[in-house]
């Protein structure tokens, strides 16, 4: 799903018609479920360049090779 879709409202429409989909597919064929149909609920927070925990490196413990 694009963010335009999501900002339109279309998400909730889209992930119903893909919970039909597995449901139906899963049905058609069973042996190729082990378990349930992936979780399509709709997420309410969406972040798309979540923050990545900075790491800091002690530069006094590095070697430099000669």
Known sequence: M???QRHAGLDKAILA????????AKEKHPERWTGKIRDWSRQEAVTLNPDKEKTTIDKSSL???A
Not at 17 to 24: H, L, V
């Open 63 to 65: 070697k430099i090779a």
């Open 17 to 24: 018609s893909r919970i039909e989909t597995y449901e139906a």
């Open 2 to 4: 694009t963010p335009a």
